[in-house]
T-cell receptor, first 110, second 114 residues
């Protein structure tokens, strides 16, 4: 059973575009929602994270939008660059355990 | 760089063998979690160690076991390897035990079982 559902599976955008990756969850015990970026052969790197009492958080070109009532959250990447091409994972934490989405492979075309 | 180091980076084992993977946590972090990431999937929680005690376990069989040492480094042991155990094994360290927030991942160990 996938606790965090992520979409789309893959995404291709032009340089400068704004890719949006969406995640949904059911477990209301989740209290922390990070996004990770992973390059081939590397471990996931923490990008940005949000708590459910906040509706939006921005760090540089990355923004998380959080809708607590809908149990959905999304990652927006402003002015995307070819170097942003990677796999992105959303996650949700309850207690000491993180549950990850299945990942979105993003390709930014120059 | 997260300061979390894992060894070895790659490993090939035969079905039925045993394997030990190692992780050094980031300085100041006392909690280590292990994850299995199959190809094309998100990481799946195996277990967590906090101050040398197991502090939560995911849906993995007992042949997956671990240890945490006084310096907070950790080992993941897998006995009786199966072909489906082929995956990237990730270690994540964090500070503060239960309820801690940010988790920082190492680069992983790519295990191939043949």
């Amino acid at each position: 059973q996938q606790q965090v559902k992520q979409s789309p599976q893959s995404l291709i955008v032009q340089k400068g575009g704004i890719p949006i990756i969406n995640c949904a969850y059911e477990n209301t015990a989740f209290d922390y929602f990070p996004w990770y970026q992973q390059f081939p052969g590397k471990g996931p790197a923490l990008l940005i994270a949000i708590r459910p009492d906040v509706s939006e958080k921005k760090e540089g070109r990355f923004t998380i939008s959080f809708n607590k009532s809908a149990k959905q959250f999304s990652l927006h990447i402003m002015d995307s660059q070819p170097g942003d091409s990677a796999t992105y994972f959303c996650a949700a934490r309850t207690g000491n355990q993180f549950y990850f989405g299945t990942g979105t492979s993003l390709t930014v075309i120059p | 760089e997260t300061g979390v180091t894992q060894s070895p980076t790659h490993l090939i084992k035969t079905r039925g063998q045993q394997v030990t993977l190692r992780c050094s946590s980031q300085s100041g972090h006392n909690t280590v979690s292990w994850y299995q990431q199959a190809l094309g999937q998100g990481p799946q929680f195996i277990f967590q160690y906090y101050r040398e005690e197991e502090n939560g376990r995911g849906n993995f069989p007992p042949r997956f076991s671990g240890l945490q040492f006084p310096n907070y480094s950790s080992e993941l042991n897998v006995n009786a390897l199966e072909l489906d155990d082929s995956a990237l094994y990730l270690c994540a360290s964090s500070g503060g035990g239960t309820g801690n927030t940010e988790a920082f991942f190492g680069q992983g160990t790519r295990l191939t079982v043949v």
